[in-house]
């Protein structure tokens, strides 16, 4: 028997049914090894060594990946085809190596879409696991660690508990900061468009222009632009530039003065990579880098696409003959461009690129997606139309358009200062559609068919006075399309890359766009002012191509690793002596409603360490602080449905959900509750046995793996339930007097995490 391992359930189950019983297959469900959580768990004066743990919650699937080796001849590692794939196998080996004695032969076998002919191909020509490709995953998972363990306690005593940097995140949070600092200082530009509605046949004159960007035209009339002014260039930037130009239109004489006509041609785009998907994703279905990687994630796992993770523009043989088969098939010969499309590779990494996101089965509709797998659905299937369409347009003709522009002169009646306006109009009429067949074609803008020389006659005007507009913040589109032109990042890291900022309460989402919060700022600020380097965007594409060399076998990891620890090691030394940054505060403009008629105090909004509260701009002259409670608009507590649902941040500044009657009702969860959603005491009281369950057996596990570490655990938990006890027995004797002290001794520090950070409270964010 031979045994292949992949890493999800999915996979596994659509393996199966595409070999036959002389195989077994299991899923190791993600990593089962990694840098331990408790320790840096690298060793910097060994050559970065990494040391990994076997993740807690693995122990039983390891045991079964064991006993399946232990039966099996051959054990095939079919992991995902990319750095992270390649480095789940080579740990899955080396764990199964240490169980069994003998020495089993082991082989990687690779596929970039799971259909039988490609699990099959792999399995017969298997390979061997690729060091080069593990090194750069080892590179990366190294170095992010080290920056995180270094930079974290840093900012914890320079701005805030809890707080933590990332070497990536921190330079894509610098991107959406500076963002929202242009536009905080952007000044808008006045400006006016000046149009004439004009026609080929002598028409009364008549209203036109309805309100923005509607018209009512009638047949054989047009809309031209004021593009000169007496033959000079017209650009009017206040209501005084256009009041005489448009005094003269309704009585001008207006000529032809030039005709252009040329055929214009567009091509369809190249098929999808990771980057082009998220943002079409993002545009056209409004769905956040992460959701768009777990789409297609399970259309991968199901077999209906290929690798989503690929910044490979290309196309197999098979892959092209398919879809030209179907083009032909389909839509006739007219639409089968005379040899296939080449699209050119701009990746470097060529052992890894394979192919562009594409469809596997040609004929699969997205209305049969649904049906193809058990967590398919609607979101799935609208991502799928999106690949499908975009891979077949890929290789069908230009669209091909008739384009014509006029240049039309504008004469006054009479002789003024003016001597002439000149307008200009362009009409585009879609002559062969090609691959905006599979689109909804934009509209035809017609002209009517004028001569040179010829008269045309006034409907009406318009003046539009406009202002420049502030660059907009940035989506997940247009985020993920300037890392990607920058060179920061990689397919697989964008969406993590986003979430990671998002979960840390550094940016928030304002109608899907990204807006730096007073904490983001700033972290970002002080990261930029003590690591310079470290936060350069060349500095860290520089970083990515080095991780890029490793990966083709061209650079030594430790190398690498080192190249950019010391000069980092050395400026977290001197950023440890940098003064405390402040968090801005937010002004309400409301007066402190315990000192405002006295003394003049402000509320103003701090950001603590469980999230916003309301303060007074004495601090600490005046101790007033009330909580902003943010609920759930119409949702109550699906337990006892009479507590609202709150919002609260947990220790991370990822938000989870809880009951607004708490500690009287325990109700918590990470997930919005759906309307009207119920959850009974009987279900609520299993999920809490379960839940504790699992802990339970982390523990043990952990007990018998790590046994210092638990015993450690457990001490500092006996420690702190000690300390606990003597606060409260003190402060049960000194009641009165506690509260006097409390407000003198206070200190910026504890301040921001005091409105929530009770006891019980603080253990409700820590689930
Ligand atoms: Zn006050
Ligand atoms: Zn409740």
Same mark, same amino acid.
Not at 120 to 139: G, K, Y
Not at 441 to 454: R, T, W, Y
Not at 602 to 627: A, H, L, M, Q, W
């Given at each position: 028997?031979?045994?292949?391992?992949?890493?999800?359930?999915?996979?596994?189950?659509?393996?199966?049914?595409?070999?036959?019983?002389?195989?077994?297959?299991?899923?190791?469900?993600?990593?089962?090894?990694?840098?331990?959580?408790?320790?840096?768990?690298?060793?910097?004066?060994?050559?970065?060594?990494?040391?990994?743990?076997?993740?807690?919650?693995?122990?039983?699937?390891?045991?079964?990946?064991?006993?399946?080796?232990?039966?099996?001849?051959?054990?095939?590692?079919?992991?995902?085809?990319?750095?992270?794939?390649?480095?789940?196998?080579?740990?899955?080996?080396?764990?199964?190596?240490?169980?069994?004695?003998?020495?089993?032969?082991?082989?990687?076998?690779?596929?970039?879409?799971?259909?039988?002919?490609?699990?099959?191909?792999?399995?017969?020509?298997?390979?061997?696991?690729?060091?080069?490709?593990?090194?750069?995953?080892?590179?990366?998972?190294?170095?992010?660690?080290?920056?995180?363990?270094?930079?974290?306690?840093?900012?914890?005593?320079?701005?805030?508990?809890?707080?933590?940097?990332?070497?990536?995140?921190?330079?894509?949070?610098?991107?959406?900061?500076?963002?929202?600092?242009?536009?905080?200082?952007?000044?808008?530009?006045?400006?006016?468009?000046?149009?004439?509605?004009?026609?080929?046949?002598?028409?009364?004159?008549?209203?036109?222009?309805?309100?923005?960007?509607?018209?009512?035209?009638?047949?054989?009339?047009?809309?031209?632009?004021?593009?000169?002014?007496?033959?000079?260039?017209?650009?009017?930037?206040?209501?005084?530039?256009?009041?005489?130009?448009?005094?003269?239109?309704?009585?001008?004489?207006?000529?032809?003065?030039?005709?252009?006509?040329?055929?214009?041609?567009?091509?369809?785009?190249?098929?999808?990579?990771?980057?082009?998907?998220?943002?079409?994703?993002?545009?056209?279905?409004?769905?956040?880098?992460?959701?768009?990687?777990?789409?297609?994630?399970?259309?991968?796992?199901?077999?209906?696409?290929?690798?989503?993770?690929?910044?490979?523009?290309?196309?197999?043989?098979?892959?092209?003959?398919?879809?030209?088969?179907?083009?032909?098939?389909?839509?006739?010969?007219?639409?089968?461009?005379?040899?296939?499309?080449?699209?050119?590779?701009?990746?470097?990494?060529?052992?890894?690129?394979?192919?562009?996101?594409?469809?596997?089965?040609?004929?699969?509709?997205?209305?049969?997606?649904?049906?193809?797998?058990?967590?398919?659905?609607?979101?799935?299937?609208?991502?799928?139309?999106?690949?499908?369409?975009?891979?077949?347009?890929?290789?069908?003709?230009?669209?091909?358009?008739?384009?014509?522009?006029?240049?039309?002169?504008?004469?006054?009646?009479?002789?003024?200062?003016?001597?002439?306006?000149?307008?200009?109009?362009?009409?585009?009429?879609?002559?062969?559609?090609?691959?905006?067949?599979?689109?909804?074609?934009?509209?035809?803008?017609?002209?009517?068919?004028?001569?040179?020389?010829?008269?045309?006659?006034?409907?009406?005007?318009?003046?539009?006075?406009?202002?420049?507009?502030?660059?907009?913040?940035?989506?997940?589109?247009?985020?993920?399309?300037?890392?990607?032109?920058?060179?920061?990042?990689?397919?697989?890291?964008?969406?993590?890359?986003?979430?990671?900022?998002?979960?840390?309460?550094?940016?928030?989402?304002?109608?899907?766009?990204?807006?730096?919060?007073?904490?983001?700022?700033?972290?970002?600020?002080?990261?930029?002012?003590?690591?310079?380097?470290?936060?350069?965007?060349?500095?860290?594409?520089?970083?990515?191509?080095?991780?890029?060399?490793?990966?083709?076998?061209?650079?030594?990891?430790?190398?690498?690793?080192?190249?950019?620890?010391?000069?980092?090691?050395?400026?977290?030394?001197?950023? *440890?002596?940098?003064?405390?940054?402040? %968090?801005?505060?937010?002004?309400? +403009?409301? #007066? @402190? $409603?315990? &000192? !405002?008629?006295? /003394?003049?105090?402000?509320?103003?909004?701090?950001?603590?360490?469980?999230?916003?509260?309301?303060?007074?701009?004495?601090?600490? *002259?005046?101790?007033?602080?009330?909580? %902003?409670?943010?609920?759930?608009? +119409?949702? #109550? @507590? $699906?337990? &006892? !449905?009479?507590? /609202?649902?709150?919002?609260?941040?947990?220790?991370?500044?990822?938000?989870?959900?809880?009951?607004?009657?708490?500690?009287?009702?325990?109700?918590?969860?990470?997930?919005?509750?759906?309307?009207?959603?119920?959850?009974? #005491?009987?279900?609520?009281?299993?999920?809490?046995?379960?839940?504790?369950?699992?802990?339970?057996?982390?523990?043990?596990?952990?007990?018998?793996?790590?046994?210092?570490?638990?015993?450690?655990?457990?001490?500092?938990?006996?420690?702190?339930?000690?300390?606990?006890?003597?606060?409260?027995?003190?402060?049960?004797?000194?009641?009165?007097?506690?509260?006097?002290?409390?407000?003198?001794?206070?200190?910026?520090?504890?301040?921001?995490?005091?409105?929530?950070?009770?006891?019980?409270?603080?253990?409700?964010?820590?689930?």
């Amino acid at each position: 028997m031979n045994l292949v391992i992949v890493e999800s359930p999915t996979k596994a189950r659509k393996l199966k049914g595409y070999l036959d019983t002389g195989y077994k297959v299991e899923a190791s469900v993600g990593h089962i090894r990694d840098l331990p959580k408790t320790s840096i768990g690298v060793d910097i004066e060994q050559d970065f060594k990494p040391t990994y743990e076997v993740s807690l919650d693995k122990i039983r699937v390891i045991a079964q990946l064991e006993k399946a080796a232990r039966l099996a001849e051959t054990i095939i590692l079919a992991t995902d085809p990319d750095r992270e794939g390649e480095a789940i196998a080579w740990h899955i080996k080396h764990v199964l190596t240490q169980d069994t004695k003998k020495t089993k032969k082991f082989v990687r076998a690779k596929f970039y879409e799971i259909t039988k002919s490609a699990v099959l191909e792999a399995i017969e020509h298997p390979t061997t696991i690729n060091m080069d490709l593990v090194d750069a995953q080892q590179a990366r998972r190294v170095v992010d660690r080290l920056v995180g363990y270094e930079v974290s306690p840093v900012l914890w005593k320079k701005i805030r508990r809890g707080l933590s940097a990332g070497r990536v995140q921190s330079v894509a949070l610098r991107m959406i900061v500076e963002r929202e600092r242009e536009i905080e200082a952007f000044e808008p530009d006045e400006y006016w468009e000046v149009d004439v509605a004009l026609s080929a046949k002598q028409l009364k004159a008549a209203k036109v222009f309805l309100e923005e960007n509607k018209f009512n035209l009638p047949d054989q009339s047009f809309i031209a632009r004021a593009i000169q002014l007496n033959q000079k260039k017209y650009e009017p930037t206040k209501k005084d530039d256009v009041t005489d130009v448009i005094g003269l239109f309704p009585h001008a004489s207006y000529t032809i003065q030039e005709v252009e006509k040329k055929e214009r041609k567009r091509s369809s785009l190249p098929p999808f990579t990771t980057s082009t998907l998220q943002q079409a994703a993002a545009n056209r279905l409004g769905y956040s880098s992460k959701q768009t990687m777990r789409l297609a994630q399970q259309l991968y796992e199901e077999g209906l696409i290929t690798y989503h993770r690929t910044d490979s523009v290309g196309l197999s043989s098979q892959a092209i003959e398919m879809v030209r088969k179907y083009i032909g098939k389909t839509y006739g010969d007219g639409y089968l461009p005379a040899s296939p499309r080449v699209f050119a590779n701009t990746s470097k990494n060529a052992q890894e690129a394979h192919e562009a996101i594409r469809v596997t089965h040609i004929n699969l509709d997205s209305q049969a997606v649904p049906g193809e797998g058990p967590k398919l659905a609607a979101q799935h299937a609208k991502l799928y139309d999106l690949i499908w369409r975009r891979f077949v347009a890929s290789q069908m003709p230009a669209a091909v358009y008739d384009q014509t522009s006029l240049t039309i002169k504008a004469q006054p009646a009479r002789k003024t200062q003016i001597e002439s306006v000149t307008l200009k109009a362009t009409g585009s009429v879609l002559k062969f559609d090609g691959w905006m067949k599979l689109f909804t074609a934009s509209d035809d803008i017609l002209l009517p068919d004028l001569e040179k020389g010829v008269t045309v006659h006034y409907l009406d005007h318009n003046a539009a006075q406009k202002f420049t507009q502030p660059p907009p913040r940035y989506n997940d589109a247009s985020l993920v399309k300037e890392l990607e032109k920058k060179g920061i990042g990689r397919p697989s890291t964008y969406a993590s890359i986003i979430s990671v900022i998002e979960d840390r309460g550094y940016v928030n989402r304002d109608a899907k766009r990204f807006v730096a919060t007073p904490v983001g700022m700033t972290v970002s600020d002080f990261l930029l002012k003590h690591f310079p380097d470290f936060m350069e965007y060349e500095f860290t594409a520089e970083m990515e191509e080095d991780l890029d060399r490793i990966a083709r076998g061209e650079k030594e990891w430790p190398k690498v690793v080192d190249a950019f620890y010391r000069p980092f090691h050395k400026k977290v030394g001197l950023a *440890e002596k940098a003064d405390r940054a402040q %968090i801005p505060v937010e002004k309400t +403009g409301e #007066k @402190c $409603p315990k &000192c !405002g008629d006295t /003394e003049k105090g402000e509320v103003v909004i701090r950001s603590g360490r469980f999230g916003k509260f309301k303060s007074c701009s004495r601090y600490p *002259e005046c101790d007033f602080t009330e909580n %902003i409670v943010e609920t759930v608009a +119409g949702a #109550k @507590c $699906p337990l &006892c !449905g009479e507590g /609202e649902v709150i919002i609260r941040n947990s220790r991370w500044g990822k938000p989870f959900y809880g009951c607004g009657r708490y500690p009287e009702c325990n109700w918590a969860s990470w997930r919005q509750p759906k309307p009207g959603e119920t959850i009974t #005491k009987t279900v609520w009281a299993e999920m809490q046995k379960k839940r504790e369950e699992r802990k339970k057996k982390r523990e043990a596990a952990e007990a018998k793996l790590y046994p210092e570490r638990a015993a450690a655990k457990l001490a500092a938990a006996e420690k702190a339930a000690a300390k606990k006890a003597v606060v409260k027995e003190k402060a049960a004797a000194k009641t009165t007097t506690v509260k006097k002290k409390l407000t003198k001794k206070k200190s910026p520090k504890n301040l921001s995490s005091k409105p929530h950070s009770t006891a019980s409270q603080r253990d409700l964010a820590k689930r």
